[in-house]
Structures are given as structure tokens and as C-alpha cells.
């Protein structure tokens, strides 16, 4: 399974052009969130997948740090979703900025 990845410099030009989740606490992204993303729960996103996700879509996705975000890719991917990951997640978000 092959994961497509966008770091944050490609991710910038792309902002308000594509589906953006922030898979982050409802804490988290309320403190703080790359413009334009929604909030979907890591939680939420895996357990009911079909009532945030479309199968023709292509989502990309981040978290902290990029590794829940890995994983949430990797338990969707195999029921038919699509994403991009984003690199480095929202710490990598923070440098850049």
C-alpha cells in the first residue's frame, strides 16, 4: 500500500484548494490549526469513517507529528478512502510559519 505524501511548502499551495483534516484533539485544534482544515477526531474518523468521509475524495490529512495521522491512513485506505499524508503534521506546520 502506497502512501502519498505533501510536505508543508507544497501543502501552503494548496491551502483552500483541497479537503484538509486535522485529526487532532477538539483541544488541540481549537488552540490552534493549519487554515482551512476541519476537525475530525482520530476516534471519530475511524470509527465512523462513512459519516465524515466520501470515497471519491481525496483527503489529506494531519495530526501532531504525522504518526496517528500514518495510522488513520493506514486502517482507512484499506475500506476504500483516499489521502494524502502530510508531512511532519502540525509541528512541521509551526516551523514553517
Same mark, same amino acid.
Given at each position: 500500500?502506497? +502512501?502519498?505524501?505533501?510536505?508543508?511548502? !507544497? =501543502?501552503?499551495?494548496?491551502?483552500?484548494?483541497?479537503?484538509?483534516?486535522? +485529526?487532532?484533539?477538539? !483541544?488541540?485544534? *481549537? *488552540?490552534?490549526?493549519?487554515?482551512?482544515?476541519? $476537525?475530525?477526531?482520530?476516534?471519530?474518523?475511524? +470509527?465512523?469513517?462513512?459519516?465524515? @468521509? $466520501?470515497?471519491?475524495t481525496i483527503y489529506y490529512i494531519y495530526c501532531t507529528r &504525522?504518526?496517528?495521522?500514518?495510522?488513520?491512513?493506514?486502517? =482507512?485506505?484499506?475500506?476504500?478512502?483516499?489521502?494524502?499524508?502530510? *508531512?511532519? &503534521?502540525?509541528?512541521?506546520?509551526? @516551523? !514553517? *510559519?
Open positions: 500500500m502506497m +502512501i502519498s505524501s505533501i510536505t508543508i511548502r !507544497e =501543502l501552503k499551495k494548496k491551502i483552500g484548494q483541497i479537503p484538509l483534516i486535522d +485529526i487532532r484533539s477538539i !483541544e488541540s485544534y *481549537n *488552540n490552534n490549526h493549519i487554515p482551512t482544515a476541519i $476537525n475530525i477526531p482520530f476516534e471519530q474518523l475511524i +470509527i465512523y469513517p462513512d459519516k465524515f @468521509l $466520501n470515497k471519491n &504525522g504518526m496517528k495521522s500514518l495510522k488513520a491512513i493506514q486502517i =482507512l485506505m484499506k475500506q476504500g478512502y483516499q489521502f494524502v499524508h502530510v *508531512n511532519g &503534521g502540525y509541528e512541521e506546520w509551526v @516551523l !514553517e *510559519n
